[in-house]
């Protein structure tokens, strides 16, 4: 047994999120992490709501209320969005905690102490018409480095380069579209170059990557420049050096915070579960967390924050950069051991963008559809390793053709021939080569599926298990059970209706991480008791240190089932099954359509 951090990427609340964003961070975390538990691991995973930086400030006066009302707002969105997916968090916090604030200013000030942060004087951006600070993603311009016409002020989205937003040709604001001014400011540095050995050496020990993320990572390691992570804001966790800390008109910036969120929310959990060290297992290098695994999940766009910069700051909390230094109070920490990236979804052809209404929230989603039904889709065509579009007509087809006639048409039928003949669970009497041969092949899935997903190969995984599927619905024609209808055809029809039964409850474990609620219903339906999927709760919380309470996901999954196959025991009651999956009728297509087209 292994202890197995999954560390999800935090989704940012400045919204409700979109179908793309769960493709790349949500459900392949989830699937991965439901595996684990099955297989015997102790996995914690844990993330939360983003909410600082400008932007939430930005949207905050527009709509006329505070950046903590705004955050309150969608954090709740959020976890309800992510609950109704069944994403099985052991903690979804958020980063306004004071939890949060404490090691986030912790790893700060081990970090100056080591000499890693410093103090540059460098040009900030202000509007020119209001005088307040421009926020670096709220600046577009050219970039210098590859001519891309629309790089922000932190980051070219085309060539990946980190950028100031002072290099940026021709730049403008994205509020109103002026020319910002740039004025002197004081700010502290990550001393990125520092760390550039330090982390060539652990990528290049990195095996099993996906290629896209190896490759990228270690082409930003070329031209590593010091990044700003105070920036002029009113909105963001306090500095924590004398001088600085009861300044109003700076914070430490957002993507510092955010990466350490992932400490921070074990930490939390760890106070949560009544042992304040629990977290040490999964983190720390020195003592019970040395030989823990950590995975990190997230879209493409943010790989350089998750294979460079959180690395950065592990390797310099812990002492290890080119400056030495000694750990800090929490010790050496664990760098990870795979960071795990999606490609983009996109959306009947074209980039999911709110303004442009290309986009269909989680929440509507489900209000209309079943969650199974998107899991499903996202794992057997998401942007696994590729751009991936998602159209109407494929989504209808799949759930149609694969959940509905596929799995769905398995379970029903084998189900409902066993309750009409037999009221239960029948006995097997004896076994032929045919029947022989489809348990053996159900049973060797446990292996072939769970070694896929234990690599990330979600898309290979779900179908290696569909194609138990497909086997068993081919042995159910062949053997045409319902044919079998004299005295002496009765032992036969028997057998192979149980035949199909073990082999309908092996094919619904291998597919639990990917669709845990028909899973449940499929379990109940076979005559099982009790939780085969575990699903997380929402809680409202009171803050550990004295703030406002809020909304949390987690969950006890230490219940449900195990990743092997469990013989069914004949006699078991059987009813007559209600479908598990939901046939959508080709109008959908239109309806959606026309709902783009607005």
Not at 187 to 196: G, I, K, S
Not at 431 to 458: M, N, P, W
Not at 552 to 567: C, I, K, N, Q
């Amino acid at each position: 047994m292994s202890h197995v951090l999954a560390a999800v990427a935090w989704p940012y609340a400045n919204g409700p999120r979109h179908i793309g964003h769960v493709s790349g961070f949500g459900v392949p975390s989830d699937v991965f992490s439901r595996y684990m538990r099955m297989a015997g691991h102790d996995v914690l995973m844990v993330s939360g709501t983003d909410e600082h930086g400008t932007p939430i400030q930005v949207q905050a006066d527009a709509e006329g209320v505070t950046a903590r009302e705004l955050a309150d707002r969608y954090n709740r969105v959020i976890v309800e969005d992510l609950h109704g997916l069944g994403l099985s968090y052991d903690l979804f916090t958020r980063t306004t905690t004071r939890n949060h604030y404490a090691v986030v200013q912790e790893l700060f000030t081990a970090l100056e102490r080591n000499g890693y942060i410093v103090a540059r004087t460098t040009l900030g951006a202000r509007s020119p018409s209001t005088g307040r600070t421009l926020p670096d993603r709220y600046i577009e311009g050219t970039c210098p480095i590859c001519g891309y016409d629309s790089a922000r002020g932190d980051q070219c989205d085309n060539c990946g380069n980190q950028l100031d937003p002072e290099q940026l040709i021709n730049p403008r604001s994205k509020i109103n579209g002026e020319t910002p001014e740039f004025v002197e400011t004081e700010h502290f540095f990550l001393d990125l170059p520092a760390f550039a050995e330090a982390i060539g050496n652990w990528l290049d020990q990195r095996e099993n990557w996906r290629p896209n993320v190896l490759k990228f990572s270690r082409n930003l390691l070329d031209d590593l420049q010091p990044r700003a992570i105070t920036r002029d804001l009113e909105w963001g966790v306090p500095i924590p050096l004398d001088g600085w800390r009861d300044r109003t008109d700076k914070r430490i910036y957002v993507w510092f915070d955010a990466v350490i969120g992932y400490l921070s929310a074990s930490i939390e959990w760890a106070r949560r579960s009544g042992d304040p060290e629990a977290w040490r297992k999964w983190w720390s290098a020195d003592a019970e967390g040395k030989d823990a695994l950590g995975y990190y999940f997230m879209g493409k766009d943010n790989i350089v924050f998750h294979s460079v910069i959180w690395p950065a700051l592990l390797l310099g909390y812990s002492g290890e950069g080119d400056k030495g230094g000694e750990p800090g109070e929490l010790g050496r920490l664990n760098l990870p051991t795979e960071v795990v990236s999606s490609e983009f979804l996109t959306m009947e052809g074209k980039k999911f963008s709110s303004s442009r209404r290309v986009v269909i929230y989680v929440r509507d989603f489900l209000e209309r559809y079943d969650a199974d039904a998107l899991r499903y889709f996202i794992a057997v065509a998401g942007p696994e390793s590729t751009d991936t579009d998602f159209t109407w007509a494929e989504f209808v087809r799949r759930n149609n053709d694969e959940l509905v006639a596929g799995w769905g048409n398995l379970v029903n039928r084998s189900i409902s021939m066993a309750a009409k003949n037999f009221g239960a669970i029948p006995a097997v009497t004896e076994l032929t080569a045919d029947d022989e041969a489809l348990l053996a092949y159900a049973k060797s899935g446990f292996a072939t599926v769970g070694e896929l997903i234990a690599k990330h190969r979600q898309k290979a995984a779900i179908g290696e298990a569909m194609k138990v599927v497909a086997e068993a619905n081919k042995y159910l024609s062949d053997q045409a059970p319902w044919k079998l209808k004299s005295e002496d055809e009765k032992p036969r029809q028997a057998t192979v209706l149980a035949v199909a039964l073990q082999v309908v409850s092996d094919a619904n474990t291998l597919l639990t991480p990917f669709l845990p609620h028909s899973a449940q219903k499929v379990f109940e339906l076979l005559g099982g008791e009790g939780v085969h999927a575990p699903m997380p709760s929402i809680e409202q919380v009171d803050d550990l240190d004295g703030g406002p309470s809020y909304p949390v996901l987690t969950g006890d999954y230490t219940v449900g089932a195990r990743w092997e196959s469990v013989p069914l025991v004949a006699g078991t009651p059987l009813a007559t099954p209600k479908p598990v999956f939901r046939k959508l009728e080709p109008s959908v297509i239109e309806e959606e359509l026309a709902r783009l087209a607005g």
